[in-house]
Nanobody, 132 residues
């Protein structure tokens, strides 16, 4: 069973920065890091940044120019650098991954890296709170 563990969340003032990390353990070679999602209270989970099937990076319009996704394959770790944070960025942030089988890759090609409906593995989430 794959486990994804996020860290790096916290409380910052508007304009501040945070760096989220997501480490995969247990059979991490069988997954494909898909990206980061977030969910604010009363809202649906939304894609923030992700890797498409051809490794292109996709960002939600609301975070373009402020957030940067990256990964370190040697460490099986996914990162999200968040700069110029705004109060509207306040949410629980989740790391997401896909299984390595062909059907998961097809789903990624069809629906894209910001679609939460195709995610196979979720982390437990890390809270980000931005105050004005």
């Amino acid at each position: 069973q794959v486990q994804l563990v996020e860290s790096g969340g916290g409380s910052v003032q508007a304009g501040g920065s945070l760096r989220l990390s997501c480490s995969a353990s247990r059979n991490s070679n069988s997954i494909y890091f898909m990206g980061w999602f977030r969910q604010a209270p009363g809202k649906e989970r939304e894609g923030v940044a992700g890797f498409e099937s051809d490794a292109r990076i996709t960002y939600a319009e609301s975070v373009k120019g402020r957030f940067t996704i990256s990964q370190d394959n040697a460490k099986n770790t996914l990162y999200l650098q968040m700069n110029s944070l705004k109060p509207e960025d306040t949410a629980m942030y989740y790391c997401a991954a896909l299984s390595s089988d062909a059907s998961a890759k097809v789903a990624l090609q069809v629906f894209g890296a910001l679609n939460p409906g195709i995610v196979n593995y979720w982390g437990q989430g890390t809270q980000v709170t931005v105050s004005s």
